[in-house]
Each structure stands twice: as structure tokens, then as C-alpha cells.
């Protein structure tokens, strides 16, 4: 609403909810300050230094000053109840709630790529179809997926601004999240962790397709990768390095 | 009013030197500006180091004195993806968004010039594994039509030279070719050439020697 022109567009089921988050919380918090900026800066001027006058000493002890500041209190603490509450809902809906999946993706993370293994046409990851992509994230537009997020290396987030969604990856664990893309595109993928010196160009893409055209790339893509593994790759042999 | 602002001394002397420097830069950097080099090279050394050593730890080989249009091929290859952009080639997928960081030929010319001026360092060995360097000269006989009897390399052949590189690099190089990798980038004929090349090595033992032959080459 307010901040529209501000962020970027918006391609996830939730990322209303979050861009109305941020909305609530400038607003909340533009109230009181656009207040105490006035009070404050109005004061230096009221009270400046006049000739003949003398400052008054006060040690705002007295319930008569004292009363201001509890005042203040009561409509701020209220705006930050309304806000943990609005943010833990949506907390909630984003990375506490899995709801059912529809289809999945392994992303991995290392410095400085993301490799997408999308499930071939059986729809399922860890079989020989699967289509593995650098820095390329295909999917299908009204299609609940739940990602794995894993890192090879080091700490890095996986972050999809259109989708409103960032999330760390840790070395060791595999952490599952979800999404559900509502419009086509192609957007940035970025990394939001400093993760070492190529962390700046660590960027990829994401491939927002309709579930017709996402089909016939899925057809595509996993007859190549079967082909691929068919095929009689000889493996890297085990050579022990010191 | 334009006239009166450029009649001004200090602003004429620095569009002039703007104008020379301008020229300068375009000039030198041609032919591989060292000064300009050594100052972009400040990137590489994170894990190539600062005299090109390498570092098997960072998955980076060496390359002090490697010649400087197989570097310049190799940053190039590595910018658009011929090279590197594989699921498993962890150091080439570092090497991809750094060698975005050079923006211009000119640049990716300046690094390669510079690593070609630097002195050649010995890596010292790193493979456990023990090769018969006399049967490793035999496998060695394929590698030497492009590569050199003395593993020189031969820049008509787009063959890099291999005397002097580290074994793990030599070794991983060879897996990475064997289990396609790399190599397989449309726009790397040489690197498919590497592919079918290593086939030739038909197992461990001598994929081993052949290194150990290659590490006795320029003593
Ligand atoms: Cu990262």
C-alpha cells in the first residue's frame, strides 16, 4: 500500500501479507516519531534562550511531568502489541505452518552458486530424472513447494525478494520451507548472508512459468538428464589426497 | 558563460589530465596493463595467493607464470559459463562470480599479463599416492601432442603448459574430465577434446602415474 513503489512486485501467496506487515509497522511507528519529532524540535524553539529569563531546574520526579511520559507510554505499547501480533501471525503462516506440498526442490547453496535439483516428470527428488540447474530455478506458477535448503560450505541465505521469503542455510542441516508462486516472471535470487568474497555475484534466477509451459520443460529437461545418466559416465576415482 | 567557466586555470589543467590519463588508460591496457593487473589481481589472492602458489585448500591451482592468453581464455570461459558452471565443479562455481569482477576485455587482458609476469613457484607435492613416473611417461605419450614432450604447452594447440602444476590439480582436472564435469561446456572444444583424452588413462594406477610423470617434467 504505502510502500508499493518501494519494493519490488510480489509473486508469493504470502507476500501480501508481509508487504502489509511492513505497512503497519511504518505507520505505527511513523506516528509516534513524527509526534516526538514535533514536541521536540517545537520545544528547542519554544524554550529557547531569552534575554532577562533564567532556565527553570527540573528533576521531573514530580507526578506532574512524570504523567507526560506514562501517557506516551500507553499508546506505544499498544502499537507494539499490535505489531508482535500482526508479525506473529505471519511468522506463523510463513515458517512455522508446512502446508501440504505439491511438488518439491533441493536448493544448494556453496560459494558462490545455487544449484536447483528439480524432480523430473515422476515428480519426486533422488531419481534419475531429477533436473539439476546453476544459478536457474524453474517453477510452476500456482504450485505449492516446499524447498530443501542445504549449504556445502558455509553460512548463506537463500533469499527471493518478489517471494518476500529469506531463509539461512547451515552447513549440516537441512532445512525445509515452503512457497507458492502466483504470477509468472523471472526474477533475483540473491544471497543474504556474507559468505566470503564472491558473495556480491552470487546471484541467480528464478523461473516463474505456467503450469503448461513449466510441463513441457519438465518433459524437456528430464528426458536430457535421464539420457545423461543412462549414459555410461565413468566416476571420479578415489585417489587419497594428503 | 561556458567560456568563462573553462577559461578557469585549475578546471582547464584537470580536463586535460582527465583527457591524457583517459588516453593512457585506453593505450596500455591493449596489450595487458601490469600496473593495472597487479592491482586487480588484490582479488585472486584470497586463494590463489599473492604469488600465485595456489592453495588446495581453496580449491585454487597455481598459476604464477602460466602463459597469458591461456589465462585470458580461461577468465573468459569461466565469465560466460563455458567453464565451471557445473552442480559439482566447486572451484569452478567460485570461479564464476570472480571472474565477473573483471568488467572489460581490457581488464581480463591486464590480470592475465600480470599472472604470466610472475615467477614460477614449485608446488610442492600434495597426493598420498605413490606413481611410477617411468610407466607414466608412456600414458604420458597422448598428453604430449598438444601439451609438449617437456609439458610445455602449445598455445596453437589451446593446450595450457602442465610442467610445474600441483598434482592434486592435475588430479582433480582428470576426475573432472572423466565424469564430464568439465569439458562439457557448448563453445569448449578443447575441453572436449580433454574428455575423450582421458579415456585413454584406464584406471587409478594410471591416472597416478601419469601425474607422477608430469611432476619429474622440468626438473
Ligand atoms: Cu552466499
Sequence with gaps: MILDSLLPATASTYAADIDQLFDVITLLVMLPFSVACYLFFSFIFRFRAKDGEKAMYITGTEHRYMKWIHRAHYPVLTFDLIIVVMAVNVWYDVKQDLPEKESEVRVIAQQWAW????????NTLGTADDITKVNELHVSKDTLYHFKLESLDVLHNFSVPVFRLKQDAIPGRVITGWFEPTVTGEHDIQCAEICGIGHGLMPARIKIKGAAEYAKWVERESALALARHMEETSQPLEIAQR | MFGKLFAHKTIRATLASAILLAGVGVATAEDGDLARGQQLYALCTKCHMTNGSGNSEALAPAIAGMPSWYVETQLKNFASGIRGLHAEDTGGLRMYPMSRW?????DQKAVAAYVASMTPIRPAKELEAEGNAAVGAGYYAVCSGCHGAAGEGNQ???APP????????LLSSIQKYRAKIRGSGAGDPYGAAMQAMVGTLADEAAIVDVIAHIESLGD
Design chain 2, 102 to 106: 573483471l568488467r572489460s576485455e581490457a
Design chain 2, 162 to 169: 602442465l610442467a610445474g602444476q600441483s598434482d592434486w590439480y
Design chain 2, 156 to 158: 596453437g594447440m589451446g
Design chain 1, 115 to 122: 544449484t536447483f535439483v528439480h524432480p523430473g516428470l515422476d
